[in-house]
């Protein structure tokens, strides 16, 4: 039987997963099929990897750390086929690895660095069919919260115009070791077609949605006011003393569709 030697460690934000519970109820959730291209971010000690492993048969997983490779390798024996990738996560192509087809991911993210890997695998959307994610409570909050909250941002925009996000279920800080300080909760985001976005300059709509949260106590027009000005933003049938909170994700494409088209400011004549 493997065995893994190393305790957490706290640089890498690793809190293992070992409720069977949740286990058991992130695997019902995932549902893995046959022909499906599995990946797991962050498999950490297997808790999830070898019963996702036994249900599928196959499964690529992405690991950082160098001494969970051999022991995840020897745990996998018999089980299935389990191919590892020792790398930062935030420099895997994900569009490289689905190839011709396309991906699924699961996975207990790192929470110090959750948000980076959700803005990343953002921009490998089209390659991915769904994303089942363990992440911090408040982190799915935000990423799940209407216009008009108080947890309502950038993460929550940028998220929502691309996927559809369905929180699931949370998780106590017991079910890790060592139990985190926070609770967590499984997350479930499902990209849209490319058609149904509509964001005709991404960079562009990254920006605005930056800028318009940066202060948030700021209105609109004193916000965005480096990308353009309040006749744009009322052209595009919005209020200029509105804040960013008040916006809904589809306003905030149109605001940045109505500036894809007009002449950008350092554009030469």
Known sequence: MSRFNEPPK??????????RGAIDKIVLAVNPQPGEHLVEIGPGQGALTIPLLRKH????????DRDLITPLMELAEGVGDLAIIHKDVLKVDFGKLAGEGRIRLVGNL??????????????????????????????????????????????????QAVCKVVPLFDVPPGAFRPPPKVDSAVVRLLPK?????GIADPAL?????????????????????????????????????ARAEQLAVAEFVALANHMAGLPRPDAKP
């Open 10 to 19: 706290k640089s890498l934000g690793q809190h293992f997963l070992h409720d």
């Open 57 to 64: 048969g196959a499964l690529t997983v992405i690991e950082f």
């Open 110 to 159: 790192p929470y110090n660095i959750s948000t980076p890997i959700l803005f990343h695998v953002l921009e490998h959307s089209e390659a991915i069919v769904d994303m089942h994610f363990m992440l911090q409570k408040e982190v799915v909050e935000r990423m799940a919260s209407p216009p008009g909250s108080k947890v309502y941002g950038r993460l929550s925009v940028m998220l």
């Open 193 to 197: 077609p490319a058609a149904d976005i």
């Open 205 to 241: 709509f990254e920006n605005l949605v930056r800028d318009a949260f940066g202060q948030r106590r700021k209105t609109l027009r004193n916000a965005v006011q480096a990308l353009c000005t309040s006749e744009d933003i009322v052209a595009a049938g919005l209020r200029p003393d």
